[in-house]
């Protein structure tokens, strides 16, 4: 009889459930990392008797490290496997949380999150990876859904689990244990891809690209670092040499990118990707809405500590609101995404900028009687446009993108999160400090004038994502 035809498809494991529960596993430490410290930032610095440039490093740190590597991890797995990648990336995320948990200076704290963030560009693409080499089609579906569902526990519990941990002191260790929390999951994650998780390499990987991850790096750099530090310095001329090179140094990567991209196809951001102009909108729409989530939640979570002297349980409780519009409205947008992308992307935008704007009146005219029916009400519409939008998001940006360039187009779009995420940090947060310290009144006139001010700003780049969602693809192009 004839011998049977070799299989093309992903390798047959019976392991493959129990190593997908591995990289969840890595999948939901990471997205609470990225959000649990904000709870207990007002409280670190105290603590650590550290200045505000240290809670904007130890957040916009992270997400930058994480942007910076995160299409290298990637290749490095296709390159030197992928279960080795995971376990360096795992292995050293853990050791970052120690180091963070252990910090007894600002400056080590910063170094913590910046490690954290880094290895967590090794070990996250990795999972990406995993269920595309080792599910079949008809099973990816499934494996998706579960990283979806993790992801969302992460969001839902993340603000919860800080507060939590940072009031009720456990062990004795206070803010430390939002970190020490990871050393248990990262341990038995490590142990069990040991056991479980099989190797696997691309056949034809990508050549990586040290001189684009080199040059971004140096550019970023040179734009971000005066900004966060131009106010404590008084605003030096370096601080502006550093910005004007660091936009010299981006043209020199875009160029760059050009050639490496002609040469072999390695570019870290292929050009061919924005001569799509609704993929151009797109990422354009990804850093204006995530350059507004996570610096809206920097601002207010120190107004209603710092200004209001709220504990960090009690914030955590009313910005549960958030997940729970979230969760309200995500069914809507999965279900309308392919026929209505751009539209709920457009009508999600606006209703973070409803909310957004909601906080504002809120805080000008109730001040210090602020109480949390008005906070937890805003934070709920706030979420109900981000489960409009956010869900369908990547998805309707790469509506346009040919499926050979869609592995590149994800890791752009990926990557924008993160650099959005970092750069919203960096400017609302040295605004809204800058105003913070020298405004006029006692300490809550002063967060609640800062607030109210740096907010706008908030509103206007999520009404600006709104303004540009008709330039997204269309729905024939995104849907049946």
Do not use: K
Not at 403 to 415: E, H, L
């Amino acid at each position: 009889m004839p011998a049977a035809p070799p299989r093309t498809g992903p390798p047959v494991s019976r392991r493959r459930w129990i190593a997908l529960g591995v990289v969840l596993s890595a999948a939901f430490m990471d997205n609470v990392d990225a959000t649990i410290l904000g709870i207990a930032l007002p409280r670190i610095q105290r603590d650590l008797g550290a200045d505000h440039t240290t809670a904007q490093w130890s957040l916009a740190g992270y997400a930058l490290a994480f942007a910076l590597l995160l299409i290298t991890g990637g290749r490095l797995g296709d390159i030197f496997g992928r279960r080795r990648l995971f376990l360096i990336g795992v292995a050293g995320f853990t050791l970052a949380s120690v180091a963070c948990g252990a910090a007894t200076t600002p400056e080590a704290l910063v170094g913590g999150r910046l490690a954290q963030g880094a290895m967590a560009a090794l070990m996250v693409p990795q999972v990406m990876s995993v269920i595309v080499v080792m599910f079949a089609p008809a099973e990816r579906t499934l494996a998706f859904s579960l990283l979806g569902a993790v992801l969302s526990v992460g969001s839902v519990s993340a603000p919860l689990l800080g507060g939590l941990l940072t009031e009720y002191d456990v062990l004795g260790s206070g803010w430390r244990a939002i970190f020490y929390v990871n050393v248990p999951i990262g341990v038995l994650a490590f142990c069990a891809a040991v056991r479980f998780m099989p190797e696997t390499r691309s056949e034809r990987p990508l050549r990586l690209d040290l001189a684009g991850v080199a040059l971004v790096t140096l550019a970023t750099l040179g734009i971000m670092y005066p900004l966060v530090q131009g106010h404590a310095a008084g605003w030096p001329a370096w601080t502006f040499a550093a910005m004007a090179a660091g936009v010299v140094l981006l043209a020199l990567f875009a160029a760059q990118q050009r050639r490496r991209h002609l040469r072999d196809g390695s570019a870290l951001v292929p050009p061919t990707l924005f001569r799509r102009r609704s993929f151009t909108a797109g990422v354009t729409v990804v850093l204006l809405l995530f350059s507004g989530v996570t610096s809206f939640f920097l601002v207010l979570t120190y107004q209603l500590q710092s200004g209001l002297g709220w504990t960090p349980l009690h914030t955590a409780l009313v910005t549960l609101a958030w997940p729970v519009g979230i969760t309200a409205t995500t069914h809507l947008a999965l279900r309308h995404g392919a026929a209505h992308g751009r539209r709920l992307i457009g009508a999600g935008a606006l209703t973070m900028a409803a909310g957004t704007l909601a906080v504002i009146a809120s805080v000008r005219v109730l001040g210090s009687d602020l109480a949390w029916p008005h906070v937890a009400a805003a934070e709920l519409v706030i979420g109900l446009g981000m489960g409009l939008c956010v869900p369908i998001l990547t998805g309707v940006v790469l509506g346009d993108v040919p499926a050979d360039d869609a592995g590149a187009g994800s890791g752009v779009v990926n990557t924008g999160i993160q650099f959005g995420t970092a750069v919203g940090i960096t400017i609302v947060g040295a605004v809204f400090f800058a105003l913070a310290s020298t405004g006029t009144g006692d300490l809550a006139d002063r967060f609640g004038t800062a607030t109210a001010t740096t907010l706008w700003y908030n509103v206007g780049v999520f009404t600006l994502a709104a303004l540009l969602s008709p330039l997204l693809p269309a729905p024939s192009t995104t849907g049946p």
